[in-house]
């Protein structure tokens, strides 16, 4: 995008000063949006410029071509390579161009001779027009285009929302020009990439969690119920999101993925103790109230020991270094809460209604 910014807001168009303006004008719309900070507009300076413009009829008459033409000024001002000079092991290109009293003047490069086609040698000033002005000190351009960029960081809100509000604001308050146009660039881009692979990756997991359990079990009922924790686990990492930042960042979303393991673990320990005790005999009533109680010590364990190591993670978020552990940490820790204590209780009901049924048949 051009910037490390959060959000760039690139304006294209054909004039420099026409694109600075309008990028001073988005400028004074948004800085009053909420969360936005450090908006800034590419700085333009102008700097002196002595400009050199070739007129195409006068060349046309003395039988000097465009290119001849470009190629005679950038030899004579800037200077060509013509060979190298080696001294030693360093190497140093040989310039050559007029000396500084042929060209430190505007007067003395309007006096500068240049060939004709028949062999005559004319004023530069008879074909070209050459004058003191000023100029940007610097021209960007992106896709061939001219451009300016008006740099925004968010602090405070998502970055996904703020540049919703901004593409509104601009799009009802900025009246472009004919062949001007904006695009919006920056860090939320990469954002929206990441977690659109993030979001392929959950699915991904949940299936290859499924297949899984399907291959554990043989029963696509049972290998159901343990999925039950998945949204019990969800739970509390949406609540936890509310009632911290409120965002849902990259490293949130890592920690739901994270907390789709962790939360299945469960399920298979309370499950699969369940169908051990079926297979010794007991009937589906004393298989959960015996399996439940095994079960809880050490699904218990297991949260607690998680979630006290995850707690200094999720109290940190403040310090430097945190920005990433700090967010995973706060859903891993809501969701172990929520998926453990609803675990204990919606996974038995669910069992044994799948059981009670089967009992009937």
Request: a negative charge; zero cysteines.
């Amino acid at each position: 995008s051009g910037t490390r910014a959060n959000i760039a807001i690139k304006v294209f168009g054909d004039d420099l000063n026409k694109l600075f303006s309008l990028s001073n004008q988005i400028k004074n719309e948004i800085e009053g949006v909420d969360g936005l900070v450090d908006i800034s507009v590419e700085q333009q300076v102008e700097i002196p410029q002595i400009q050199i413009k070739a007129n195409r009829n006068l060349l046309n008459n003395y039988g000097i071509s465009l290119g001849s033409f470009n190629e005679f000024v950038d030899a004579a001002l800037a200077g060509e390579k013509v060979s190298d000079i080696y001294e030693g092991a360093r190497t140093f290109d040989l310039i050559v161009r007029l000396d500084e009293s042929s060209r430190g003047k505007i007067e003395a490069i309007e006096n500068v001779l240049i060939d004709t086609d028949d062999g005559q040698k004319i004023p530069l000033h008879y074909v070209a027009d050459i004058v003191s002005t000023t100029g940007p000190n610097t021209i960007n351009r992106e896709n061939v285009e001219r451009r300016t960029i008006v740099s925004v960081n968010v602090v405070g809100r998502d970055q996904k929302s703020a540049v919703e509000e901004i593409q509104n604001i601009v799009s009802e308050r900025i009246t472009l020009p004919e062949r001007y146009h904006i695009e919006y660039g920056g860090q939320f881009e990469a954002e929206a990439e990441a977690s659109q692979t993030l979001f392929f990756a959950s699915l991904l997991s949940l299936l290859i969690i499924f297949l899984l359990l399907f291959q554990e079990f043989k029963n696509v009922k049972i290998a159901g119920i343990v999925l039950i924790n998945l949204p019990l686990a969800l739970i509390g990492g949406v609540f936890s999101i509310f009632f911290t930042s409120g965002i849902l960042s990259i490293p949130a979303i890592i920690g739901f993925i994270t907390l789709f393991g962790v939360a299945t673990r469960n399920g298979i320990l309370l499950v699969s103790h369940y169908k051990t005790l079926q297979d010794e005999g007991l009937n589906i009533y004393d298989t959960i109230i015996r399996g439940s109680i095994e079960r809880l010590s050490p699904i218990l364990m297991t949260a607690l020991t998680a979630g006290l190591a995850l707690i200094p993670l999720a109290m940190a978020g403040d310090l430097p270094g945190n920005e990433i552990q700090s967010p995973m940490a706060k859903v891993i820790l809501g969701g172990l809460f929520t998926s453990t204590l609803l675990n204990i209780f919606i996974v038995p009901i669910a069992y044994s209604l799948i059981n009670s049924k089967s009992e009937i048949k």
